[in-house]
């Protein structure tokens, strides 16, 4: 299954009752993955449905070729996993730009960052997580799911959005998160 949610989707009435089997959460990036690793870390890790994150679903280069949303999507496909785009939870372009500030005012690059800016999770809990709704997360995925993996580009979780997006599920659901790093 292939979903791009919508936002009417992704905020549709909660059900009376949600069931779901879902109990653990990993969490990968793209940046240090080879094609190959990451196909495989998600096969071996029984990941069956990828949550794409990313507000811009292209790579430049092609070392990271594999991760622009068509080819991601077709290799995914092969392996019989599911693609679920929720664009609604990546940082707006306001969002994003608290933390580029903050990177420079440390003098460092994206690809240098080691953790969030406290300004960037603020502004991300307030514009993003606030409007999260487990039960209507949860709706857009099979109910017999049991591993989902949320997919961003930076190497490091903690470097990452995707990090508090799985804190928030691991408090609301109390699932196992698990960061895979290359």
């Not at 089997?21 to 190959?36: C, D, Q, S």
Request: proline share 3%; hydrophobic share 40%.
């Amino acid at each position: 299954m292939i979903h791009n949610a919508s936002v009417a989707e992704f905020r549709q009435e909660h059900c009376a009752e949600v069931n779901y089997m879902l109990k653990r959460v990993f969490t990968i990036g793209v940046y240090g993955w080879t094609p190959e690793s990451f196909f495989e870390a998600l096969q071996s890790h029984r990941v069956e449905v990828v949550v794409d994150v990313r507000q811009r679903r292209l790579m430049r280069g092609s070392l990271y070729r594999f991760a622009n949303a068509r080819a991601l999507q077709q290799g995914l496909l092969r392996l019989g996993i599911d693609y679920v785009h929720l664009k609604q939870l990546a940082p707006t372009d306001e969002v994003r730009l608290v933390q580029k500030q903050a990177d420079a005012g440390r003098g460092i690059r994206k690809r240098e960052r080691t953790c969030l800016s406290a300004e960037f999770i603020q502004a991300y809990s307030q514009c993003i997580l606030s409007r999260f709704s487990e039960e209507a997360f949860l709706q857009l995925f099979p109910e017999q799911a049991k591993a989902m993996a949320i997919l961003c580009v930076e190497r490091d979780p903690e470097a990452c959005h995707r990090s508090l997006i799985s804190e928030c599920l691991s408090q609301m659901l109390r699932v196992e998160i698990v960061h895979l790093r290359p």
